[in-house]
């Protein structure tokens, strides 16, 4: 047997899953397209809220503080799955596995420590105005970022 036909033999079952998982996904749309309801009035309209008549509008301003932490969160997530494919490989990286792993580790606890230091983890009001983020003077609202 030739090489393109032993890969061909091999692949066939992921073509097949494939066009099973779209026939199925397409088959269940029409579906629900054919024997779902299409009739449009002012309860359908309006979320679901176990029973609670909605007050107000849905959307609302967050704080970018918010989205910081998520990012710092999502940082920190990615260095623990580096961090568990290290543990899992580590007899076999040996020590310059280890110094790598120690070098990663270290460069993500010196960003940790400026971050701290800048105040970008602070969530209560500023204990002193010397930062990087500290609050403008002119307008108790508005934060300005020192050159």
């Known amino acids: ?9 091999e692949i066939w079952p992921l073509v097949a899953y494939f066009f099973l998982v779209v026939t199925l996904v397409v088959g269940v749309m029409a579906l629900s397209y054919i024997i779902g309801e299409r009739h449009r009035s002012k309860a359908t309209d309006e979320p679901f809220e176990s029973g609670i008549v909605t007050v107000g509008l849905a959307r609302f301003r967050l704080s970018a503080k918010f989205y910081l932490i998520a990012v710092f969160f999502v940082i920190f997530d990615v260095e623990a799955v580096f961090l568990f494919a290290w543990a899992v490989a580590f007899r076999e ?55």
């Open 1 to 9: 047997m030739n090489a393109s036909a032993t890969q061909a033999t």
């Open 93 to 147: 990286l040996g020590w310059p596995g280890y110094i790598e792993a120690i070098i990663f580790i270290s460069i993500l606890g010196a960003a940790l420590a400026y971050l701290w230091r800048l105040g970008a983890l602070d969530w209560g009001p500023a204990r002193h105005s010397s930062g990087r983020f500290a609050k403008d003077s002119r307008s108790p609202n508005h934060a300005v970022v020192s050159k």
